[in-house]
């Protein structure tokens, strides 16, 4: 049975997804001064970004529950698809490439992550590779949907005419390479926050007693 949270709960409960917002949106809008990337987007090639706005998606997404992640993921896509009118990257101005992946990977997050927890007894460890294999995921949904904008962008008559030149465009831009290093960013760095996160906010389900002890 869910337990009815208390009015100070859900009220910290809202700030703490504001902050997250906050972040996704600092990550996603603010240029980092690097032509036209923001400080959230990696330029690798040009119209398209290795992005690390994903980390607080899961960060959130694993510490407030399904619907939260949700609404973090839809925060993602809404800010990726402002973002690439802003600073001209036509492959994601379609709605279904930038936000449609991004509300499927806030959905996956909490139960693919419990998922993990239940065969991998160290909570550092079992966070880790669930962000891994959620970033992977992460990349797999927008690839495939940026096969239909990749098809319009550069005028292909079909999406079988543009197959080909667009495995040719990833692998020319070593999209494949970022991805695993986008994925190995996500664990390290999302399982840490993780397991600090979980201390401050009691969410005993991220912690046992000697993981605390070795970070303390």
């Given at each position: 049975?869910?337990?009815?949270l208390?009015?100070?709960e859900r009220?910290?409960?809202?700030?703490?997804?504001?902050?997250?917002?906050?972040?996704?949106?600092?990550?996603?809008l603010v240029?980092?001064?690097?032509?036209?990337?923001?400080?959230?987007f990696?330029?690798?090639?040009?119209?398209?970004?290795?992005?690390?706005i994903?980390?607080?998606?899961?960060i959130?997404?694993?510490l407030?529950?399904?619907?939260?992640g949700?609404?973090?993921?839809?925060?993602?896509?809404?800010i990726a698809?402002?973002a690439?009118f802003?600073?001209a990257?036509?492959?994601?101005?379609?709605?279904?490439v930038?936000?449609?992946?991004r509300?499927?990977?806030?959905?996956?997050?909490?139960?693919?992550?419990?998922?993990?927890?239940k065969?991998?007894?160290?909570?550092?460890?079992?966070?880790?590779?669930?962000?891994f294999v959620?970033?992977?995921i992460?990349?797999?949904?927008?690839?495939?949907?940026?096969?239909?904008?990749?098809?319009m962008?550069?005028?292909?008559?079909?999406?079988?005419a543009?197959f080909?030149?667009?495995l040719?465009?990833l692998?020319?831009?070593?999209?494949?390479?970022?991805?695993?290093?986008?994925?190995?960013l996500?664990a390290v760095?999302?399982?840490?926050?993780?397991?600090?996160?979980?201390?401050?906010?009691?969410?005993e389900?991220y912690?046992?007693?000697?993981?605390?002890?070795g970070w303390?």
């Amino acid at each position: 049975m869910k337990t009815k949270l208390s009015k100070k709960e859900r009220t910290r409960e809202m700030t703490i997804i504001a902050m997250f917002i906050a972040i996704i949106a600092l990550l996603g809008l603010v240029p980092s001064g690097l032509g036209s990337s923001t400080l959230g987007f990696i330029k690798i090639a040009p119209n398209i970004e290795a992005t690390i706005i994903h980390i607080p998606v899961l960060i959130g997404a694993v510490l407030l529950g399904r619907k939260m992640g949700l609404y973090l993921g839809l925060a993602f896509g809404v800010i990726a698809n402002i973002a690439a009118f802003i600073y001209a990257s036509p492959f994601f101005v379609y709605p279904w490439v930038a936000i449609i992946p991004r509300l499927i990977f806030g959905l996956l997050i909490y139960d693919v992550t419990r998922l993990f927890l239940k065969f991998i007894k160290n909570k550092y460890l079992g966070v880790a590779v669930s962000f891994f294999v959620l970033t992977i995921i992460h990349t797999l949904l927008v690839l495939a949907l940026l096969w239909t904008s990749f098809t319009m962008v550069m005028e292909y008559e079909s999406l079988g005419a543009a197959f080909k030149p667009y495995l040719a465009f990833l692998v020319l831009y070593n999209i494949p390479l970022a991805s695993v290093i986008e994925a190995a960013l996500a664990a390290v760095i999302g399982g840490t926050v993780v397991i600090r996160l979980a201390q401050f906010l009691n969410k005993e389900e991220y912690l046992n007693k000697e993981e605390i002890k070795g970070w303390e």
